[in-house]
């Protein structure tokens, strides 16, 4: 049973940076790829980013070059540094994590508002 807590998230206002951080409980971190989803209200949740248990990465086109994701493989934690945020970047943030199935997060709320 794999477990996921997110943190990090809160009010920014725009331009602004914040970084969320998702520990793993369990021992399949290090073979699991991890990915960020964010779902707005009335919206459906969508990829946001995603890293392989190798380090490859992908981002959604509305994040590239603003968001960046990372992996600690030693402290079971997957991190999204996020920069220059936008009002449309305000969603709750959900971890996952894939490794035969898929486990996720509660979510952290981000909003982005002046």
């Known amino acids: 049973q794999v477990q996921l807590v997110e943190s990090g998230g809160g009010l920014v206002q725009p331009g602004g940076s914040l970084r969320l951080s998702c520990f793993a409980s369990?021992?399949?971190?290090?073979?699991?790829?991890m990915g960020w989803y964010r779902q707005a209200p009335g919206k459906e949740r969508e990829l946001v980013a995603r890293?392989?248990?190798?380090?490859?990465?992908n981002y959604a086109d509305s994040v590239k070059g603003r968001f960046t994701i990372s992996r600690d493989n030693a402290k079971n934690t997957v991190y999204l540094q996020m920069h220059s945020l936008k009002p449309e970047d305000t969603a709750v943030y959900y971890c996952c994590c894939i490794y035969v199935e898929n486990y996720w997060g509660k979510g952290t709320l981000v909003t982005v508002s002046s």
């Open positions: 890293i392989s248990s190798g380090g490859l990465t």
């Open positions: 369990g021992n399949i971190f290090s073979f699991s790829t």
